[in-house]
């Protein structure tokens, strides 16, 4: 068989996904080395476009840690923490706007150049995002909220004219003050609020790992019920648990599964969605 | 590089070529062995319901040549041909339609397993074919014609709801009488009518040899003008002269490009369109 | 008063009627010699073509057993029936779809001849009708079925664009097999699964007759109860039983009446339609 | 034959006329007998229920001098006119609109009781005549136009959502004046500028008579230069001239046929409509 | 600061009230002093350009009471009213619809004049209002009657097109009758049947007065009870009772509150709608 | 007259402005004393607000040359200009997309807060702006380019759906490069392109003036061939060039009028568009 007819073998494989998933709204939060490292970028930015391609509608959405850390840097800021929070004043809130904001035109341009349509968002456009603040067990974090409410007609228009939303994980407080909110949280109440069929998060682990850090304890599948004793018991570690919430979250909204991906790995999105790879931890209901 | 991340790359090699041809009209004539080999049949039916799932929206036209005879012989009718065009009176002309128009509803039933959208026509259907009676070289032959006039609207209404219209190559001519058209010469009027973006003729060689019949001599690539010169040189054997005659019609009409391609081998109609492998004949202006 | 003005009179006796059934869907069992004769067949689909010029949205399903056995015959075989019903093997079932496809086209290309826009089906296209195989008081009768379930969407699209919708009463079941269907039971299925205003059977005689097969016993006028007491009572003939069982399941799935209507009477339909005129039987709840 | 079987063939006879205008505008100009007489206004109505019930878009348009001169005498005043046309000074102008009015509503009224629908209008409504002054040969007769523009855009509205359009006669000249326009021109420019398919113009005599008054010398056909040949050599009488001035307005402006039909005659909007009568004077240009 | 920038800043104070009622329905009851004083008249109907200029869905009705009499007595007939109610024989009932429909076809100009849009109705276009007839305490009053069915869908048609409707207070009652109604009642109706956000009384007092007629005693805001009880307890004047009971049908039916101004101030409708001026009296529920 | 009557009154004076701009595409060249003053920011966004509820389509797109400036000095850069043109290397690229993003958002945060609908935008996003790289007078400024090609579409899709498009001055160069763009420049070259009625360049001076810097010099109204003239003879000043060239290239591609109005004064773009002061210099052809 020649190496074009095993070509259109892979097609056909796919297409049992395609049919699945045409017409079907897919959140991706993307971060890590997915996003930091530029090579995997620009493939998970043509992975999103393959998959408006066949019909899936993408929306993405990111935070960008290092990028804002590198940002305050460069403005002689240190970046402090608590409890794995950035505690934001008025001047690290302008930065972290700054360096979301040039991050997010990156991701759209990548879109665009690989021949798919994306526009760039915040949570102030079309006032996609309401922030309510948030504080950490106690002691105040500053400009860091969570997303109360969603107003997703932005992403309706933009996804009806065939754009893929590229959403920058910032909200809007009361009297119009910005907030930086988790993206892995904000994922989790996009999805539910678009009953999305799929909540993807991008990470730098396997998946979820029972014995962690040991890749060979690798949770293939979960269900809600699950994860919530896991959370509850304390084995999850701390950066697992923003995004088993999310996961929850979504799956409670309505969406039909949750996955944690490894995002090191090159088109583990579409791997995740085009073939019967079990790949990373999926969260679903039975 | 795991099984799964070649799918995912293979599939991203397909992206330009399923851009390309998003929301585009490809006409094919089925035939040959693809369409009498029952597990080739299958497989050209799944290629049209994946050309559908990536937007391209096909159109396809048999003819169907040994079910004539088959149904001919099992009623005691011996088929008879002049200059390769079978003599049609009356009775013959009612058992081709009954020959192709079971084939038609197979093909229909193929793509719909398949998870695709079809229906299927006879040029009587919305009157989508008006015949015009035609001689071969001053001997008369019955009730065969050509389409001399193309009413595509039932053809837009389908597509539009994402149905793969199946059309069997009979026309009416005036007064209403059924006429047997060839197939071939059809799909090359229903091209152009269409202003299909390509014109695919499936057929049981490898392509246009310019040294029939050695397979080595395949010409990948024509203009129009070479391939009427082939035909008035008699460079060309005269199952191939139809075939031209269709893709050069497609192309004046306004096609792109016109293909002859070996039906034989599995998936070549994916392998032209979503691969860059050099299959078969193609027909373009430069 | 001018032959003219009688004419004029006329077209202004028929507005009521007009008026009511405009924009309703009309189911008609189309058989019988109002299908076997060629001058009757003729003015029955012109009947069809005013439907449709005033509105009105025909629906048609035929069956076609003389049609059948002409070819059965013709390739030597020999119609065998159980119960009324006709043995279907493989050989047969082809023989069925081939007959019936080409009478489909023929009825299609007389109501595009007489202006109207048709378009032909059988249950395989767009998924139309699934079948479940069915018994004869335990007697196998090979491919023979009923209709388990109406995917009508192909209808919808096919009537909002102004085609006619002429059915073949084939069906699909498990594993892509081809059935052979009773048309007149699948006309009842049909109906309820459109819920159309009204379903009409044509048939050979004067309507349900009350003391068979006397025409001065014809009963004008039934209510469902008084149909399935007929039934159960052993009062009606055998061909009527199946007409009866589909004007209940029409009735049953939501249409406002049922008919059995002579079809041997030209422009039966025309009458039922739009004049008040008791032609037949008709069944309806009060 | 029973009476409803020739009922039917009497809609299968209007069939062919039913298909030719379906969709297509006709302008009625209405007035004479066939509105004073109140059984024949109810009938006139029915017709065009009927014609809108086959999808024909009819748009009626009227005068009403019988009904202004009778409001004229109850208030006291005395009708003066001047070759034919009602000198118009504010208080007339004012009556004028009074019984234009009240006949339009009554017209709608009728339509509506028969089941159609309907909207009655003036020239102010949607801005849909703009007036002109004229004068009669010199002599001033104040709020007398014609129409110099027509804006069809409330039509559209109306017709496409099933509305006859019923208009009065009135026009709306520079600084709002209103202006009292000949309903049979304003007919004309109406048909023009809607490029309606017909312009019927409905009088109390038989048509355009050759040797006025006697109603053997009817005209049945003439051609645009044959009008304009018998309005120039005086051959016309005097309340002809406006009507073929109409008509030749109307063919210039893009209608097919216009006509001077009977309106005394029941249903001679039908019978011009949808039978081969030869009703009264077709102007049409070959 | 220029007159220029106080224009602006008031232009900026009108955009709340702008937002607010955006794509809201005001059904306004027109008459009084704002209705007969030319200047005043085409002011109001200004307003109502404006209002449609910023989105908001005006429907005016009016009646016509000193133009109805004036007629009369130009015809030399003697207004005879029962309990407030106008006795309206046949010839009456012709004279009051010639009345209101010059009226209403002089405010469909002004609108059009003034740059908007508008098309003017009775309530027998498109079957707008059905009368059912009333008695005034056992007396026969003739063709007087209330509407007691609205068919809106004529006025969905002419908003949808940007037209403001512009209706004549005549309904149709059984047998085709046209009946005279009271327009305050009407213009209850007409709002609860819409759903209208809000209802207008142009009147010409203040408002409610607690001490009819001392306009110190204006009740500036009520509640439906309050109203209900004023009625009741004789409180309120016998010309203020039916704008009353038209406020509370309209609350009743949907509308957000109800306003009794004072249409003698120039642009009180504007004032109402785009300004916090506490004018006339609000009927609301809390 | 009370105040709330003036307050009508002036709405009644702008609306022959609202009726003139409805649907109209309005592009605004924001910067300068406009944009840096935090209350008139809040100023003009909210004229924004109300050019959008009065139908009025206006597309915003803004520079932000202090705030690169600041962002520059902060991460300790020095800014360095070449004929008034900013040289920008990699580093101060990314600053200057960061430091117009955060400006972005800001700007759609305030038009949501003050009820309206946007979304922030740059060259990138739906690839809005092609770059070309320019030179000054033969020196490299780095990534400095001009807009050369506007796909406008994803503009249309937001406007359609009642969004104020805000839009930083960024483009996309060969080989995805990002590109620094003169505001000024670009607002000419995308009101060319979406053909808009208007172009209004928001500035820190009065407006044109015939003898920089006398206030007194002010010219109300130019043609385009004075607007060449002054550029050619060096009566403009610098910062004027480029603003003038705007508005030429506006009307060249065919907007009606473009203006050079004052920033510094409160809702001079207001009072540009729905009075008649004439406020700065408006260039229109005659």
Redesign the interface.
């Known amino acids: 068989?020649?190496v074009?007819?095993?070509?259109?073998?892979?097609?056909?494989?796919?297409?049992?996904y395609?049919?699945r998933f045409?017409g079907k709204t897919v959140v991706v939060k993307y971060g890590g080395s997915a996003m930091s490292d530029p090579a995997l970028r620009a493939e998970v930015m043509?992975?999103l476009?393959?998959m408006q391609?066949?019909?899936v509608r993408p929306v993405l959405i990111h935070g960008g840690g290092p990028e804002i850390d590198r940002?305050m840097e460069?403005?002689?800021l240190k970046p402090k923490k608590v409890d794995g929070m950035r505690v934001t004043d008025a001047e690290t809130m302008?930065l972290v706007?700054?360096?979301l904001?040039?991050l997010?035109?990156d991701l759209?341009?990548?879109i665009?150049?690989?021949?798919g349509?994306?526009?760039?968002?915040?949570g102030?456009?079309?006032?996609l995002f309401a922030a309510e603040k948030i504080e950490a067990n106690g002691k105040d974090l500053g400009f860091v909220g969570r997303v109360s409410k969603v107003n997703p007609s932005?992403l309706a228009?933009?996804t009806d004219?065939g754009?893929v939303p590229v959403i920058s994980s910032?909200a809007?407080g009361e009297g119009?003050q910005?907030f930086n909110v988790n993206a892995d949280l904000a994922a989790g109440t996009l999805a539910a609020s678009l009953k999305a069929e799929k909540l993807v998060m991008m990470t730098d682990v396997e998946g979820v790992l029972s014995n962690y850090p040991d890749p060979k304890s690798l949770v293939s599948r979960m269900t809600p019920d699950e994860a919530k004793g896991m959370i509850k018991s304390g084995g999850a570690d701390s950066g697992m648990i923003p995004k088993l919430q999310a996961c929850l979250e979504a799956l409670e909204g309505g969406s039909r599964s949750a996955h944690i991906v490894d995002g090191r790995?090159?088109?583990s999105l579409?791997?995740e969605l085009?073939?019967d790879?079990g790949?990373g931890t999926m969260i679903v209901r039975f």
């Open positions: 068989m020649s074009y007819q095993t070509r259109a073998e892979t097609l056909i494989q796919a297409l049992p395609i049919q045409a043509k992975d476009v393959l391609a066949v019909n940002l460069r403005v002689g302008e706007e700054m360096a904001g040039a997010n035109k759209v341009a990548h665009q150049a690989a021949g349509k994306a526009v760039g968002l915040s102030k456009d079309g006032g932005v228009t933009l004219a754009y910032i809007v119009g910005t790995k090159p088109h579409l791997i085009f073939t790879a790949i």
